[in-house]
């Protein structure tokens, strides 16, 4: 038997989003009987292919097939944008599915109901990742078993076919970006690799470090500060390395230490300064004195 391994993902209303791979619309897919195309101007390039509920004389069939492709072995990610007219109902609305003529027929598949749509009458993309056996040379992907009966229409924009190094979703809304399975191990975003950006802004911290400036600030002596470095290996509050190295660095946290630190600095270097000038002062006078 195949191992396949599939994830399901929801994004809310998407106005973007990647052509690298495969990009399928309406002249790629077949449409069957009971689905039309349609002017859309909300879909891409303006149309979409429509199903109509209660669509008399005909029964729940194949919405949308093909065309078959072919596949090299290895992770793919299919992303179908799609709309309802009346997102309550829990019940499947369509079957998207893969189907292989070089890999034993069916072998993914996914149940859409309306209630999976965050809003009626709003686009929202599914994401279905897949990897590929060897022995799988081509597939198509398909919209079967339209459910004639539940009172709702279903819109389908374009199927999108790429390779799994772009960004994904999980079912909780976190976004992946290269990240095996999508696992952002509970953060809202992911990246395996490096990023760059042109400006990053971090929220705001309501407690800011300059509270270190006030009088009454208990600044830790120097020789407490001399003996806790050697017990510990780290300034204090600051994270160990395997601490780091186990949770990572909160960076607006860090950013906000960093601060903490420098300030603390700041008056150590000035209190020194006071002691050295004092010093002077009383060298000074002591010369004169001779």
């Not at 005909?58 to 990610?77: E, L, Q, R």
């Not at 279905?128 to 079967?144: C, N």
């Amino acid at each position: 038997m195949k191992k396949i391994y599939l994830l399901f993902c929801l994004f809310g209303s998407v106005q973007s989003f990647s052509q690298t791979g495969i990009f399928l619309q309406e002249p790629q897919l077949s449409i069957n009987q009971g689905s039309q195309a349609i002017q859309d101007p909300t879909a891409y390039g303006g149309t979409a292919i429509q199903r109509l509920q209660g669509t008399p004389n005909i029964p729940n069939t194949t919405m949308w097939y093909g065309p078959y492709i072919p596949f090299k072995a290895g992770d793919y990610i299919l992303q179908f944008r799609m709309k309802v007219s009346a997102n309550t109902n829990t019940n499947p609305i369509v079957n998207i599915d893969a189907n292989s003529n070089t890999g034993g027929g069916v072998f993914a598949s996914f149940l859409v109901t309306p209630a999976m749509f965050s809003k009626p009458n709003v686009w929202q993309v599914f994401t279905l990742t897949m990897h590929v056996p060897q022995d799988v040379s081509d597939m198509e992907i398909r919209g079967m078993d339209f459910n004639n009966q539940l009172q709702t229409d279903l819109y389908v924009d374009y199927v999108n076919i790429l390779t799994q190094n772009v960004i994904t979703t999980n079912l909780s809304g976190n976004v992946a970006i290269g990240v095996p399975n999508s696992d952002t191990k509970g953060y809202k975003l992911g990246v395996n690799g490096d990023a760059i950006f042109n400006r990053v802004v971090v929220k705001q911290y309501p407690n800011w470090a300059d509270y270190v400036f006030e009088e009454n600030y208990p600044l830790r002596s120097l020789h407490d500060l001399e003996q806790y470095i050697q017990q510990n290996g780290h300034l204090p509050e600051v994270p160990s390395a395997k601490q780091v190295e186990k949770t990572g660095l909160e960076v607006g946290e860090n950013q906000v230490l960093l601060l903490k630190k420098i300030e603390e600095l700041t008056l150590y270097i000035i209190n020194q300064n006071k002691r050295l000038e004092a010093c002077e002062m009383e060298l000074k006078e002591l010369k004169k004195g001779k």
